[in-house]
C-alpha cells in the first residue's frame, strides 16, 4: 500500500491566497485534512473542535445540511478560544439508500456499513467552513462526490476489517487506502472524499470576503 502523501490525489491541489492577515487554523483532528493543506502548500496550525461540537442529531437533517452545521460548529467552537485566526473547519459522511454514514463506532458497525455500500453508488458530503475571528464572518459551503463501492468478496471485507483501516473514517471505508474499491463517478472532487475539498476552499478563499456573512453569536446553526 502507498503512503498517503504519494498519491495522485496530493498532488496539484490549488492554493489560494488568504484573504485576511491572520494565521491559518485547520479545527481538524483528521490527519488527511491536515495532509491535504500540507500537500497544497499551505501553512497553519491545528487546533482540534471538541467533540460537543459533533453533537445533535436534528431530526429529518439530511446529510448536507448536517455536514454544514457540524463544519459551522467546529469552526465556532475554536473562534471562541483564539484572539485572531482564519479557521478552517470540515465534516464529512457517506450517504447511502437514504442512511447517513458515518464514522464507525466499532467493527461490526464498520461491517455492516461496507455490506450496505458493497456493490452500490453512494454519495459523500463534505461541509467546509471558513471563519474569520477578526472580521468576525464566515461561509459555509457542502461538496458532494459520487461514487461506486465495486462488489465485495467475503474474503476482502475480512481482510479489510481485520486492516483496522476503517476506523475515524466515515462511511468506513479510506478511498486512498489504496484498494481501488472506489470509482468516482464522474468528475467529481476526490479530496472531497477524503475530507477536505481542496478546489472549493480554494475559491472560498479568494471570494471570502464578498460571500462571508457576519457571524450571529451564540447561533448553531450555519449562515444561510
Ligand atoms: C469517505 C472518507 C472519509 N475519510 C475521513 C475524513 C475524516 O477524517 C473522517 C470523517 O470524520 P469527521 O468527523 O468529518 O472528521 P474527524 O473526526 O476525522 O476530524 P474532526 O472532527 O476533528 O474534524 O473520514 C477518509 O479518510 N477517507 C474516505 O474515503
Known sequence: MKPTEDLPLMRNLPRAELPTDEPLILAS???????????????????????????GMCSRETAPEMVARYAYRKAADIATKVDTGLIIAADTVASCLGQIL??????DHAE????LLSGRKHDV?????????????????VVRTE???????????????????????????????GNDWL????????????????ERLSEL??????????????????PG
Not at 458515518?102 to 467493527?107: V, Y
Not at 465495486?150 to 487506502?177: P, V
Not at 462571508?212 to 450555519?222: F, H, L, Y
Open 29 to 55: 483532528g483528521s490527519p488527511r485534512r491536515a495532509q491535504l493543506l500540507t500537500a497544497a502548500g499551505y501553512d497553519y496550525s491545528v487546533q482540534v473542535a471538541s467533540d460537543e461540537a459533533e453533537c
Open 102 to 107: 458515518g464514522k464507525p463506532h466499532d467493527q
Open 112 to 115: 455492516t456499513t461496507l455490506r
Open 125 to 141: 458530503y463534505t461541509g467546509v467552513c471558513v471563519w474569520s475571528v477578526k472580521h468576525e464572518m464566515c461561509v459555509v459551503d
Open 147 to 177: 461514487l461506486k463501492m465495486q462488489k465485495l468478496t467475503e474474503q476482502m471485507l475480512e481482510d479489510y476489517l481485520d486492516s483496522m483501516l476503517w476506523e475515524g473514517k466515515a462511511g468506513a471505508f479510506g478511498y486512498q487506502d
Open 183 to 198: 470509482q468516482v463517478i464522474g468528475d467529481g472532487s476526490v479530496s472531497n472524499v477524503v475530507g477536505l475539498p481542496m
Open 205 to 222: 478563499l479568494e471570494n471570502f470576503l464578498e460571500v462571508a456573512e457576519t457571524v450571529t453569536t451564540g447561533s448553531s446553526d450555519p
